[in-house]
């Protein structure tokens, strides 16, 4: 941030606001304080039989690793209508029974991850998106672990496939810190 | 948004970016594109011999009403974090055994409530935090149904209420959409 959005001033410090507790951009000309706060990726892992349908990224970062069809929540959506769009936008399926799956925060990168499990409506019933080289039905045992775009991903897989052994769906919540925290 | 805070041009303009779907603020100096995402607001029902702790407002909005300790996410916190920040600072109280309880999303104004369930140390453990008047430990029997200050706090309460009738936890999925959809 270079200029105050909202006057058009380059005044801008990085300095704690009256009343507040942590430091913020705030506009020496007009005054305004310009928050930024953590955003919400939301996907889903659709379902078919057992398996997990993953897509292969055509797009930075991570391209032609494997992912969870997830993105950027929209404003004008519910989180559980960001995650059918993804999943209609990348793999070109429709998902049925939504269910809460992981909660994942990555604090380093201000990003909070929300996947769900849905079922697809038949095992051809997908095809490719614009932002996806290919997509396939994954079993646990086919899954290309070290070809996983990212932790979010890799962490909703294996707790999904902990969980079909088991025979008990729950809601998982996790995290990555940084090297050499915690 | 008046001014583009990357290199403070007036000439923006409202517009669908090459390759995107929908609008944003697109600079037509420096060709810079603003997204704006929905924010996550995070909070915590402190738990105590079935009651929960509610903290009565002192600030805008909703001035006097009663609310779950929550507020907006932070950068470089997990959600988790964020919910136990807020209840330090709402209700100057610790929570333990942090697990989730709500998500709740209200498209129309671009945010999504994260509630989860914790445990106080002590019937008195908690105090009243600069942004409340008060706080006070209740029973559902006692809840003010009347006062609640956001509709995301009615949707938790009576979903832990209703669950400890049936003795079993588990995480809801909510959403508020404005009068007349849906």
Partial sequence: MNFCSQCGSAALSF????????????????????YTNPKIVT???PLWDGKVLLARRSIAPRYGFWNVPSGYMENGET??????????????????????????SLPH??????????????PGAFGVGEESLEARLFAEEDVPWEEIAFTSSTFSLRRFFEDQKK???????GQLLPPGQK
């Fill in 109 to 122: 990168i201000n990003q909070v991850y929300i996947h769900f499990l849905g079922d697809l409506k038949g």
């Fill in 43 to 45: 996907g889903c892992l």
């Fill in 15 to 34: 300095e704690v606001p009256r009343g507040d507790n942590r430091s913020r951009y705030v506009c020496g000309h007009c005054g305004t304080v310009h």
């Fill in 167 to 173: 025979g008990q769906a729950q809601v998982h919540i």
């Fill in 79 to 104: 989180v559980e209508e960001g995650a059918c769009r993804e999943v209609r936008e990348e793999v070109e399926a429709s998902v049925t029974n939504i269910r809460l799956h992981t909660l994942y």
